[in-house]
């Protein structure tokens, strides 16, 4: 009943140590003993001897169904991955000498993607001769900063980048 798996965990034959400590389906210690003794009692039984820790003096061997527990293992991974968010990086461009309405429309969408939990970098791009007026475009990166104040706060100050300042806002632990 030799079954080669991935170098995950030590199954069956790949079991190398001269003892082992054994504990059974239910869980249940049954002690010290050679390690080709207790692949005889998980091959009596049908089931594999899994290698579930080698730090310990002797290594503690369990056994089980390698399938059933594999694919267990890679469910709670899955699971585990599920429930993690990565916050992206989502952007907001806008010129500098923007009107009331777009500002509005343009919070709107960084609160949205804040409140998403997202982070938002705020971009405002210069045109020519425009670039002589960074004063005004931090003014108004730093009035964005202060609107969205409730649920986020500056990561990164307004930074001048070549034609572009900006600035990343990150959302507020809850």
């Known amino acids: 009943m030799k079954k080669k798996y991935d170098n995950e965990s030590l199954v069956n ?7 082992v400590r054994l504990i059974d389906y ?7 003993c050679s390690s080709k003794e207790a692949m005889s009692i998980a091959s009596n039984q049908g089931l594999d001897l899994v290698m579930i820790s080698d730090k310990s003096n002797p290594p503690v061997c369990k056994i089980i169904d390698y399938g059933k527990y594999k694919f267990s293992q890679e469910k709670k991974a899955k699971e585990a991955k599920k429930k993690q968010h990565n916050a992206a990086i989502k952007e907001v461009k806008m010129r500098y000498k923007i009107e009331n309405h777009d500002y509005q429309v343009r919070l709107n ?25 960074i004063n005004l475009a931090i003014e108004l990166l730093n009035k964005m900063a202060q609107d969205l104040k409730e649920i986020s706060i500056v990561q990164q100050i307004p930074i001048k980048d070549g034609k572009n300042i900006t600035m990343i806002l990150a959302p507020t632990k809850k």
């Open 13 to 19: 034959e790949s079991i190398n140590y001269p003892q």
């Open 109 to 133: 969408q960084a609160l949205k993607f804040l409140q998403s939990g997202d982070k938002v970098k705020t971009t405002i791009t210069f045109r020519g001769r425009e670039v002589q007026h």
């Open 26 to 32: 239910l869980g249940k210690q049954l002690g010290i």
